[in-house]
Nanobody, 124 residues
Framework: QVQLGESGGGLVQAGASLRLSCVAS????????MGWFRQAPGKEREFVAG???????SYTDSVKGRFTISRDNAKNTLYLHMNTLKPEDTAVYYC??????????????????WGQGTQVTVSS
């Protein structure tokens, strides 16, 4: 059974940094894309950052230069380093892992395994 568990969220002031972690269990994820999504109150879930099985990364424009996604395949762990946080980054952050070999994550529920989410709140 595949499980993803996020940690590292919290309440911080604008300009602060946080590191989110996502530990995966149930299989080895080195050959699968992984990523982070977020959902703010009253808004749809959106893509934040992704990392392919090859290590290639991608980001939504609003976080480029501030967030860094990385993975430690030996620990089956995904990270999201978030710097210079802004109030508009406030959301529940979800870890996702592609279900198919060598695939990227998408924003469709059926394409990924999903974590339970971790709250990030940035005060102004």
């Amino acid at each position: 059974q595949v499980q993803l568990g996020e940690s590292g969220g919290g309440l911080v002031q604008a300009g602060a940094s946080l590191r989110l972690s996502c530990v995966a269990s149930g299989r080895t994820f080195s050959n699968y894309g992984m990523g982070w999504f977020r959902q703010a109150p009253g808004k749809e879930r959106e893509f934040v950052a992704g990392i392919r099985w090859s290590g290639t990364t991608s980001y939504t424009d609003s976080v480029k230069g501030r967030f860094t996604i990385s993975r430690d395949n030996a620990k089956n762990t995904l990270y999201l380093h978030m710097n210079t946080l802004k109030p508009e980054d406030t959301a529940v952050y979800y870890c996702a892992a592609a279900q198919r070999w060598y695939s990227d994550v998408t924003n469709r529920n059926e394409d990924n395994y999903w974590g339970q989410g971790t709250q990030v709140t940035v005060s102004s």
